[in-house]
């Protein structure tokens, strides 16, 4: 009597990976659980995409799911940011690009707008200025 006798063994060719390694769905309960806390605290959560441990196939299978919404925008400044809520409000992606296209950062945010798309207190503080002089040069 052989030692294998008994245990079910699978053989797989090089070639016949999975379609994913199953990622997506841990990833779709924490964006449940980070969208119960935005809806009952108004807690804000980011997840780090570009970090996750993703197989073959497992950020195309999440994007799937999360589906896209109404609401996208585009940034260009040191390489075009895109931002797009998903089907599910609250949940957005904003993957920023370098100037060559390539991929620097990947996240969910899940919150009412994305940080990126928030005006800077500084920003506001200077568009005062600048709409103060406009006006008083039109006077």
């Not at 053989?11 to 390694?21: F, I, R």
């Not at 931002?83 to 009412?112: C, K, M, P, Q």
Request: hydrophobic share 40%; with cysteine; glycine share 8%.
């Amino acid at each position: 009597m052989s030692s294998w006798d008994g245990i079910d063994i699978r053989v797989e060719s090089a070639g016949s990976a999975p379609d994913s390694w199953g990622n997506a769905v841990p990833i779709l309960h924490e964006v449940l659980h980070a969208l119960r806390r935005l809806a009952e605290s108004g807690e804000s959560t980011l997840i780090d995409v570009k970090s996750l441990p993703f197989g073959p196939g497992d950020e195309e299978q999440l994007l799937a799911a999360l589906g896209e919404g109404e609401v996208r925008a585009k940034l260009d400044t040191l390489g075009e940011s895109r931002i797009w809520e998903s089907r599910y409000a609250g949940v957005w992606l904003v993957e920023h690009l370098n100037v060559d296209g390539g991929r620097v950062a990947f996240h969910i945010e899940i919150t009412e707008v994305p940080q990126i798309l928030c005006s800077q207190a500084d920003d506001i503080s200077a568009a005062v200025r600048n709409l103060e002089t406009d006006l008083s040069d039109r006077s």
